[in-house]
DNA sequence: CATTGCAACTGTATCGTTACAGATTTTAAA
DNA sequence: TTTAAAATCTGTAACGATACAGTTGCAATG
């Protein structure tokens, strides 16, 4: 019993150059591990000096909780899961949307997880291994249906999660979205300000909700406005540019061509111009056109289009904010964002010497 | 000692709905957990139908190794880092890099993370980050410089990683880049091809490797080809493409006009083009062009312009191989991968009826 | 003085996995 | 038959954190 004594078998001196846990502060404190974990919570049950004592220490040697050792107790994984289809639009809505979100989370314990999946297959298949694995407290989907299967699961399965969209199955959850009826209701209001009449509308594919959100909008500004529908149903912004410009191209030579027209995707937009000039017509004098988009491209190299601009990033950040919100609790009737479409100013050519 | 007799303390039945763990099998098969455990790893001292046993069982009820154990017990993350800045390229370079990394990390037990970091203030710290926490078994960066301390820093500490772009330190270590020598070389060639002479180049920032490979090509090229540069140096693709429209249009006005341009980026040279415009000048007439660009976007809306397209989805692919490839501890030199620039047709105009 | 109540702190068990050091059985060698 | 050597299998401890059920000391109560 010479210096063997053990009074405190809880704290060993920590192992050297590894990294601080609870055990090495619990040591330079003379704590036990429990205490030191309790206090860095804020448990009431803590002395505020030992508090007070504890933080400091812990800040000192730059404490920070091992991730799996919270994920193995507690099952709290501290992981923000974005779904994403491998073949998500061309015009990278990804980036921006990427970075929006780790903009939110930045400021948090959260990190963000990437899960591809494959559209053509099970939308639901990255939603299952999430469930069946726990990997994330949270989820952020897009190309929201209005029956989307994916909210119901996670509903029934009490996932927090937001969507960029919204659905029609009357659940109440956090979502995002961009005001597209409104967008187009906005396009056709432009369009026969400048005398067009007989329109077109380049829509989203018809499962996705915003379809019938940019369908209404449209319609009820041709009643409003007084403007006609060209029908082009057989091609949305899904399809391939080459898809879309063919088939537009052959309407632009046929007797209904359009004077007027509205896309609905920055993408699509560039394959209507390249379909507008094949057949010979030209943007701003035979036809206009407005268009949605999630950059400046357009605004700088046809400047003829009219544009509203999307700012995914905006979007990456309101979903962001709404998937913590549901995950610490808050009602998801709060968490439920829109944002309205604006009309860029025509880009401005120089104007020096 | 009635029905209580536990010859076997180890396997407790499986709780119920929950997921099923190493417990789960060793009850069902009547093994150990060690055993299971050993069995699922291809070890040597398990009996082959043992292990044919226990896949089976293990398959059937969809065991998943419980990632936080696995990561406690052993360190391994499964995790890859994709460290970006915020401020990464407007026209996303990130989107298809990402979509490019998950399409191989789908394949493996890989998670990939999104790190993010304001490239203003200290690139270090996500790297710093990763190596305190052990956040990830191996990271990709990309905005790579000649002397990148992010690779010194993971060399020293053994952390495994891929470049998008190459350094000058040394150092052998995984990489990707695009031949950005060879790109502005090609180009230039192109351009006297068509009997231009006074080039100019919008080379990426300094401080980024690859920009001594586009000056080293491009200088090359001006001496094989017999054409002179027109100074363009205190504007790059960083800046902001109305920074670059108004020195470009300046330039465009000047006596020192070039009659071609080799363009770094596929942004910049929207920005290229508006000041050629707002010059008075015309593209295709008055200077040729050509680009780098990450999608077909001039293509459609500029196929004046001649294009080297750079698959930014391949390097990601590459760049998670070559991470992978790292963890599993093939020798560096074998990981490294350098994509070719490769000429675009233009943009065919329709042909039909 | 015994009892109770409260504040402050702590040990044990546990999450799922794997490293390690046995234990048990079978086979082969002597 | 005895013993050594394989071949298989297994329990314990530990990774770091937290839930839970205490323990301790002290002041207030009766």
Redesign the pocket.
Known sequence: MDGKTK?????TPP?DG???????I?FMT????????????DA????????ERVRLVAKQIG????R???R???GKTNVISLVLTLEEEIMGITSPMVVGITEILAGTQYHLVVTPYSSTKDPLGPIRYILDTGAADGVIISRTEPHDPRVTLMTERHLPFATHGRTEMGIVHPFHDFDNERFAYEAVRRLTERGRRRLVLLEPPPNLTFHSHMRTGFERALKDFGAEAVSFHHVNIDHSLLAIRDAFEQLMRSVDAPDGIVSGSGSGAIALIAGVEAAGKKLGEDVDMVSKVPSDFLRWLRPEVMTMYEDIRVAGRELARAVIGRIEGKPPETLQSLSQPEFQRPMSTSRKS
């Open positions: 009074n405190k078998p809880a704290a192992p590894a990294r601080p846990t609870l055990k090495t619990a003379g704590l036990g591990i429990t205490t030191v974990s309790r206090a860095l919570k009431p049950d803590i002395g505020a000096e030992t508090k404490y920070q909780p091992n799996a050792g919270v193995l107790r507690t």
